[in-house]
């Protein structure tokens, strides 16, 4: 399927005043539109983030800008972003992460980890909007 938001980079936000966003410590490397999950909180500092697998739990938001270990990034949590889906994705259904931080459709038994909707219909590898609200 073709790109219905050429204009937007992966990890974009469509309508960046309405995104909810708090900064974040890679513990390791991120590639910016991947969903991240939370790490680590240590006193005083801010949380640590790594990219999130399959169906993971404890998943953030949405890396705003790439970064390597230690790097602090911006990560939305809340507003619609251009992610990358693994699989077909019909538009309109709940989505968790998939491996290497992209959307997948939601499956049995993975209703408690949904991170949001998609906005669009998705093929395989294709680039587009979701409603993230981690």
Not at 28 to 49: C, D, M, W
Not at 61 to 71: E, F
Not at 103 to 115: D, L, P, Q
Request: overall charge negative; charged content about 15%; some cysteine.
């Amino acid at each position: 399927m073709a790109d219905l938001y050429p204009a937007l980079a992966l990890g974009d936000a469509l309508d960046p005043a309405q995104v909810k966003t708090i900064n974040a410590k890679c513990e390791s490397a991120v590639t910016k539109g991947q969903l991240v999950i939370f790490n680590t909180h240590t006193a005083g500092e801010i949380p640590s983030v790594s990219t999130a697998g399959a169906a993971a739990t404890n998943v953030l938001g949405v890396a705003l800008k790439s970064g390597s270990a230690g790097d602090i990034i911006p990560v939305g949590w809340i507003g619609v972003f251009k992610v990358k889906a693994s699989g077909a994705i019909t538009g309109g259904v709940l989505i968790v992460s998939g491996a290497a931080g992209v959307i997948v459709t939601v499956g049995a038994n993975t209703f408690e980890k949904v991170v949001g909707r998609a906005l669009q219909t998705f093929a395989d590898g294709d680039e587009g909007l979701a409603f993230i609200y981690a």
